[in-house]
């Protein structure tokens, strides 16, 4: 029997809904790259939220980025429809998306929804093991017809110039490989290492060199980093240029560290109550720091020595 992708004619469209989060966005990249490697022709529409629109923007694999909504969708005309979030909002586009096609995993809630259900990672793989977000993800593209291969890193694109004025402009116009990116926040006290912590970190970094850059959102509290370069609230373009012209990256498990791993940046990542081989740094150099006892349980001297490490390997 012919797979989904052999079925679709050529110049098809195809809709990919990725709502929340943004690390999931990024890990969607490599599967992307698979799909458009396999199927030039097809046209990839993504469906993303606003606020992760820039993860998308200027991809070769992506041909369309969709607002998450009934009439837009409706627009793109997709025959097939691949859903990879599975919430209730996200069923509700993919049914009224008007694709002939619609596919997401077998134990997605209101799974019924589907013309086509995705099985577990692990079958269509052929290997019963705990695997990556990024290779879960990917396999459903496997499922859907493309080559069994690895998966590559993750693809993200800077643009240069998106910083017109303030800090944002002034951090981004360091030199490559000038600044040591840390991200201190996250999104639950038990994946958050001890912000008293990084400061020590950055207190390390000042002497030894690159220089800290602290990245936070808009509600992120960065009282306790005053007297670092603190990027706070900046667009996702611009912490991407940031990203992008880091030496090292230093944070907890988040969306940030998965930017910096795209970027091929070497990265220290801090894992609490999240699971290291489902999400740790994806194809970069990196060291993962976990404890038994918890984050607060990770030294400082381990995270200094992983900096130092990798320092050596860039070196």
Known sequence: MPSLLERLPSGSRIAVIRLRSLG?????????????????????????????????????????????????????????????????????LTAASGAGIRAGFEHHRHGFLY?????????????????????????????????????PRAKLFAKPGVAKSGDAARISACATGCTSVIHPFASEPGKTWPAERFVEIAKHLET????????????????????FRVLR????????????????????????????????????????????VTWAPWRTEARVLTSPNGIDAIEIAEVVAAIDSLKKVRA
Request: aromatic share 6%; glycine share 8%; charged share 20%.
């Open 233 to 276: 609230a900046a667009p996702l373009a611009v912490v991407k240029n940031l990203m992008a012209g880091a030496q090292i990256f230093i944070g907890n498990d988040s969306g940030p560290a998965h930017i910096a791993a795209a970027f091929g940046i070497p990265v220290v990542a801090i894992f609490g109550s999240s699971n290291p």
């Open 208 to 227: 030894s060199g690159p220089e800290p850059v602290f990245v936070a959102g808009p509600e992120d509290d960065v009282s306790p980093f005053q007297g």
């Open 24 to 92: 999931d966005c990024v890990l969607t990249t490599p599967a992307l790259a698979l799909l458009k490697a396999h199927r030039p022709d097809l046209q990839i529409g993504v469906v993303v939220e606003d606020r992760f629109r820039a993860v998308f923007e200027g991809n070769p694999d992506v041909d369309q980025i969709l607002a998450p909504r009934i009439a837009e969708i409706r627009r793109w005309s997709a025959r097939l429809v691949l859903n990879l979030h599975g919430g209730t909002r996200s069923m509700i």
């Open 115 to 151: 013309s086509n259900k995705t099985p577990r990672a692990q079958e269509i793989l052929g290997e019963e093991r705990p695997v990556h977000t990024a290779e879960h993800i990917a396999s459903a593209m496997f499922w859907l017809g493309v080559t069994r291969q690895e998966t």
